[in-house]
């Protein structure tokens, strides 16, 4: 008997197709980081800061900017930290690698406020919207990685709402502080 059929799974996962493990590659790289959650959880504190001034064309504008200007933020931080072991050129193109999860986890929320934009002409709406999108993304990255570790599906559910209120706390929390 293996160790998933036993109950002490400890390091095994369920065996994937190709095609799955190319799924997982690609969203692994795009959404899956540490980074990308940061991301995803930071952009949605903004949008909803950002929601208490201005129109929708407001909202969606400094909300984009703001999502560059933290990922810039955080290609100059992961360079200075970096260059020190590495030269200023290959720190530099690690860091806009390394950071990209930052400006992938904002594209879903981005077109939902966007195509939401054509109907929805109140800004605490739009970042109703984005903050729902928010908890879908959290959902599939929890689901995602309980599914990953070959948990049951009552478990998988429930670790991926679990993920996903936890990821909503923490803006919550932000939102408290502003």
Do not use: K
């Not at 209120?165 to 939102?175: A, D, P």
């Amino acid at each position: 008997m293996s160790d998933v059929q036993a109950g002490t799974a400890g390091d095994d996962v369920p065996e994937t197709t190709p095609r799955q493990a190319a799924w997982h590659r690609w969203f692994d790289l795009r959404f899956r980081t540490p980074v990308a959650v940061y991301g995803l959880i930071v952009y949605t504190s903004l949008i909803n800061i950002a929601a208490e001034h201005g129109t929708v064309s407001d909202l969606l504008i400094t909300s984009v900017a703001s999502l560059i200007v933290f990922y810039l933020a955080h290609v100059f931080a992961h360079t200075l930290s970096d260059h020190g072991t590495h030269r200023l050129g290959p720190a530099t193109a690690s860091a806009f690698r390394h950071s990209l999860g930052m400006l992938y986890s904002g594209v879903p929320t981005t077109l939902a406020m966007v195509i939401a934009s054509f109907t929805v002409h109140d800004p605490d709406e739009l970042s109703d919207i984005a903050t729902n999108t928010t908890f879908v993304m959290l959902f599939l990255l929890g689901l995602s990685a309980y599914t990953r570790t070959g948990a049951p599906v009552w478990l998988r559910l429930l670790g991926a709402i679990g993920t996903a209120m936890l990821g909503l706390l923490v803006v919550i929390l932000e939102l408290l502080l502003h």
